[in-house]
């Protein structure tokens, strides 16, 4: 982030998050009530008090048009509340609040994101979001799509199915001690993953990420207000998104050259990192990631087990964001980074790098 | 139930009512595809695009130049579709594959239609296959296939 701008600070003061393989008897809207009211409480904060509201979400995933005013029932929005939503990823609504926080109008804001794919097909709605003309009628679903990645990888030596079986043999040990791990084995080991069955050549079944229901909430302050709901707040030091190529065709698919340039503009690695929660929806695109953060045996990579181990489309991003959140507002780290992905092989990427005090 | 107590019904077709032309670079695509024939689209450091954008993706600068490319090509990178999703074009298991054709400097997203994966191999040499009928859409494209068996089209 430019440094001679004076941004406003603002912080992550109260996260919470829900995920799990199949949410039975339970909407949108009552999940969302849930985590919205136990962030706010945490907090101590009523909606009254909530400057701005941003949500993230599918109408796609919903299969209903302006899926999202339903929700909106969750947070109660009345009186009048002033709110916005992002057909993306709730790490980008979070972005969108952080940017309305900037202009200094307001001093707290409400994010939060949700995706229960279970209700539909969700490598089916991944595929409308491909190019119309040449792959969307193709129908090319999302994990063969990194599997063709994966394999360039492969090719090129850039990585092995080896150092992709310890990627998810990390994500299945660390997932264990988080509740909302789906896929998660405390003494996996290499020799299992590398016999496991082939999903798409040449990604196992633990090289894909686990499609989770769920959501996730947050709440930013700005500077004296945050101090006053959370005795040690998250800062956000930096926050970037940047995007590659519509077109798989003409990017390097070995590499995601925008998340690089989002995790350096965001300050990623100015600093020793004490933790980084990575968005892929493959071990090999954690290898991508890994690589292009420049992250190093000092950073412990995925402590909640990251997407391999629970995935929740337009969530998982803002996951990432509370986990890190929530292991500084702890005192468990001091200074982190969070990655938000969409898009077809990593295309589009934001960074948020968070500190405490 | 009688008449008056039955509940009232209309009929609901979920449409997209709108049309737009699909312009003079994905256009050309789309009828030299009518044709059997491949185009790319010139760069301004002479590099080909294919299938052809109307803005470079990277300079951003608007791009006019079609150039027919060859109907062969190398494949880049697979994976084995088994079995394949019901709304795609392919009943049979088949390979997907970014494939790079004779003439272009970018890889599209197409079908090999092998037996097997074991006869796909990255680096491999694949030809197009055309559908007997076409009506200018990426799946007058049946697919590619290995240059070691016949070419039927």
Redesign the interface.
């Known amino acids: 982030m430019n440094e001679s701008h004076n941004f406003r600070d603002v912080a992550v003061v109260s996260v919470a998050s829900h995920q799990t393989k199949t949410l039975s008897e339970v909407n949108e809207v009552q999940l969302m009530a849930d985590l919205i009211s136990k962030c706010r409480n945490s907090a101590g904060v009523t909606q009254e008090e909530i400057g701005f509201t941003c949500s993230g979400s599918s109408d796609f995933l919903a299969g209903q048009a302006f899926s999202f005013v339903h929700t909106l029932d969750s947070v109660g929005a009345f009186p009048p509340i002033s709110e916005s939503h992002v057909e993306m990823d709730g790490a980008f609504a979070l972005y969108e609040a952080w940017v309305k926080l900037q202009i200094g109008e307001v001093d707290t804001a409400l994010v939060y994101s949700y995706g229960k794919p279970s209700a539909g097909s969700i490598?089916?709605v991944l595929?409308t979001q491909l190019d119309p003309?040449?792959?969307s009628?193709?129908?090319?679903?999302c994990f063969?799509l990194a599997?063709?990645?994966a394999?360039?990888l492969l090719?090129k030596g850039l990585i092995s199915l080896e150092k992709m079986a310890e990627i998810s043999k990390r994500s299945q040990k660390n997932g264990f001690d988080n509740p909302n791990a789906v896929r998660s084995s405390k003494d996996v080991s290499i020799e299992n993953l590398m016999n496991e069955p082939t999903i798409?050549?040449?990604?196992r079944v633990s090289d894909i990420s686990e499609i989770t229901d769920g959501g996730c909430a947050v709440i930013l302050a700005t500077g004296d207000k945050a101090k006053s709901l959370c005795e040690r707040p998250a800062w956000i030091k930096g926050i970037d998104h940047r995007v590659d190529?519509?077109?798989?065709?003409?990017r390097d698919?070995t590499r995601s050259s925008s998340a690089f340039l989002a995790a350096e503009k965001a300050g990623g690695n100015i600093d020793r990192l004490d933790v980084a929660e990575i968005h892929g929806m493959t071990s090999a695109q954690e290898l991508i990631l890994e690589k292009e953060f420049c992250l190093t045996e000092e950073t412990q990579i995925n402590p909640s087990g990251g997407c391999l181990a629970s995935d929740t489309m337009m969530a998982s991003g803002l996951i990432r964001i509370s986990e890190v959140a929530r292991r500084i507002i702890s005192g468990q780290a001091d200074r982190g980074l969070a990655h938000a992905t969409s898009g077809p092989c990593l295309q589009q990427n934001l960074v948020c790098v968070l500190e405490g005090e | 139930m009688s008449e008056s107590e039955k509940p009232l019904k209309a009929e609901l077709t979920v449409e997209y009512p709108f049309t737009r032309t699909t312009g003079k670079v994905i256009g050309a695509f789309m009828t030299g595809l009518r044709e059997k024939r491949l185009f790319g689209i010139k760069r301004s450091d002479g590099s080909v695009l294919v299938p052809p954008l109307e803005y470079d993706p990277i300079t951003s600068e608007p791009l006019t130049e079609m150039v027919e490319v060859s109907q062969s090509g190398v494949v880049e990178t697979w994976t084995w579709i088994d079995p394949p999703r019901p709304q795609s074009p392919w009943d049979a298991p088949h390979a997907l594959t970014l494939i790079r054709l004779d003439g272009s400097d970018t890889s599209m997203l197409h079908a090999v239609l092998a037996g097997s994966p074991s006869e796909m191999r990255t680096g491999m040499r694949v030809s197009a296959k055309w559908k007997e009928e076409r009506v200018g859409h990426i799946t007058d494209l049946e697919g590619f296939i290995p240059e070691t068996k016949e070419v039927d089209s």
């Not at chain 1, 009628?137 to 679903?141: A, Q």
């Not at chain 1, 190529?245 to 003409?250: A, D, I, R, W, Y």
């Open positions: 490598i089916d595929a003309y040449y792959v009628p193709l129908w090319p679903d063969s599997a063709l990645q394999r360039l090719d798409v050549d040449p990604l190529s519509h077109t798989l065709g003409v698919l």
